[in-house]
């Protein structure tokens, strides 16, 4: 459009561009035929694609999503490129399906794996640090279950859908808070601290951590209702 024809505030050219009004009911009518096909393309991929999103099926989605924007809102493009997009996103995520059910190694290279962030209250620093995780996004998920500090997890996982997974410790035990300070329900563990760096435990607060070499050392804290022991 030559600068010329443009007037500011013709709201016609704001609202529709070079469309005529008319063409609002096409947009209508292809948004109802690529949102019955995008529902009916989900359905066949399975419910998992509804739950926490794989790698592969999250590329998925993205491609569904690219797929039906243009389709719906530009007026010189069809629809059937856009179908045989869907068509493509399906056959794409059931291969992918059928090719991990029967072997191990394409499901790891399609899926990834389950990779573990604490065993027995220590952080895994090496895993987090290969995964991306800083320590407050560990902590964060720690807190959305009610876990105060690393005494209380026997073991943390990473999903391959970024969800985590946490198993309890058979018995209490004191550890690194995941709180503010102040937090309720907390005692100090007398005599026990935690590296700030892994949570690994010890009798007192100088030289390095056996663990991981670290340095900073805090009061590690125990459930206020237990009298927890330090552990062997």
């Known amino acids: 459009m030559e600068q010329k024809q443009i007037h500011v505030f013709e709201w016609k050219r704001v609202l529709m561009g070079n469309l005529p009004w008319t063409f609002l009911a096409e947009v209508a009518f292809r948004g109802v035929l690529i949102y019955v096909l995008l529902l009916f393309a989900i359905r066949v991929m399975g419910k998992r694609v509804a739950g926490q999103l794989s790698l592969s099926e999250l590329a998925i989605m993205v491609t569904l999503g690219a797929a039906i924007g243009v389709p719906m809102e530009v007026a010189d493009n069809g629809l059937l490129p856009g179908i045989v997009l869907l068509l493509v996103a399906i056959v794409y995520q059931r291969g992918i399906g059928w090719l991990s059910?029967?072997?191990?190694k394409a499901e790891l290279l399609t899926q990834g794996d389950v990779v573990m962030l604490v065993a027995d209250g220590v952080l895994d620093l090496g895993t987090m640090k290969r995964v991306g995780l800083s320590h407050e996004r560990v902590f964060a998920a720690l807190r959305q279950v009610g876990v105060a500090h690393l005494g209380s997890v026997g073991r943390l996982y990473l999903e391959?859908?970024?969800s985590f997974s946490i198993f309890r410790s058979k018995?209490?035990?004191?550890?690194?808070?995941?709180v503010p300070p102040g937090h309720p329900g907390l005692a100090p563990a007398d005599g026990v601290f935690a590296c700030e760096r892994c949570g690994t435990l010890a009798e007192k607060q100088s030289g390095a951590c056996s663990h991981c070499h670290a340095h900073g050392w805090r009061e590690a804290v125990k459930?206020?209702?237990?009298d927890v022991p330090l552990r062997a």
Do not use: K, M
């Open 223 to 226: 459930d206020a209702e237990t």
């Open 101 to 104: 059910f029967g072997n191990r």
């Open 171 to 178: 018995g209490p035990q004191p550890g690194l808070p995941t």
């Open 160 to 162: 391959s859908s970024g």
